[in-house]
T-cell receptor, first 113, second 115 residues
Framework: GESVGLHLPTLSVQEGDNSIINCAYS??????FIWYKQESGKGPQFIID?????DKRQGQRVTVLLNKTVKHLSLQIAATQPGDSAVYFC????????????FGPGTSLSVIP | KAGVTQTPRYLIKTRGQQVTLSCSPI?????VSWYQQTPGQGLQFLFE???????NKGNFPGRFSGRQFSNSRSEMNVSTLELGDSALYLC??????????????FGDGTRLSIL
């Protein structure tokens, strides 16, 4: 398959604290990156994206950082809330529309009230 | 605007049977991709259809097949079901072909259980 999902990393965070979820992507030629949030019983939901010509992009309470040198992506969630509890996936797209989307294994975020 | 709709939500089958899952993409989206999600393997790409043509295929056996209709709705079929096919099957749509600079939008999946 296209995803390596041997085990699911977990992160527990106190409500109100900031969360940082990390992702190592596989292809140095990948050109576009996306973070998805998947709540129990639902499909992945788009959160934020970033192109390879940027190293930072901010949304509402979320920031994505891209480090192409070490092929690393991170998602920062400010003032984490109980509703943020979910599994978070990073995904990478290649430069062409024929490249497959590759998903990371996911990180389970648990917010402690 | 309606999201991606997958039917049925839940399905129980026995080994050896076949199954057809359906996906209606967001209006105006012409690309539909299918993924299999299991606890041990994460999200694995099955195939992608764009304008009724299969553009990409993942590493799954020929028992897994799909098609796309002129209205962009898509179906996937699994024949000769095996216990290991138990999974959540997700459909995702995008306006243009996947890959490139656009996110995919997912449905809530079909939970397939094989007895």
């Amino acid at each position: 398959g296209e995803s390596v999902g041997l085990h699911l990393p977990t992160l527990s965070v106190q409500e109100g604290d900031n969360s940082i979820i990390n992702c190592a992507y596989s292809n140095s030629a990948s050109d576009y990156f996306i973070w998805y949030k998947q709540e129990s019983g639902k499909g992945p939901q788009f959160i934020i994206d970033i192109r390879s010509n940027m190293d930072k992009r901010q949304g509402q309470r979320v920031t994505v950082l891209l480090n192409k040198t070490v092929k690393h992506l991170s998602l920062q969630i400010a003032a984490t809330q109980p509703g943020d509890s979910a599994v978070y996936f990073c995904a990478e797209n290649g430069k062409t529309s024929y490249d497959k989307v590759i998903f990371g294994p996911g990180t389970s975020l648990s917010v402690i009230p | 605007k309606a999201g991606v709709t997958q039917t049925p939500r839940y399905l129980i089958k026995t080994r050896g049977q076949q199954v057809t899952l359906s996906c209606s993409p967001i209006s105006g989206h012409r690309s539909v991709s299918w993924y299999q999600q299991t606890p041990g393997q994460g999200l694995q790409f099955l195939f992608e259809y764009f304008s009724e043509t299969q553009r990409n295929k993942g590493n799954f056996p020929g028992r897994f097949s799909g098609r796309q209709f002129s209205n962009s709705r898509s179906e996937m079929n699994v024949s000769t079901l095996e216990l290991g096919d138990s999974a959540l099957y997700l459909c995702a749509s995008s306006r243009g072909p996947s890959g490139g600079n656009q996110p995919q939008h997912f449905g809530d999946g079909t939970r397939l259980s094989i007895l």
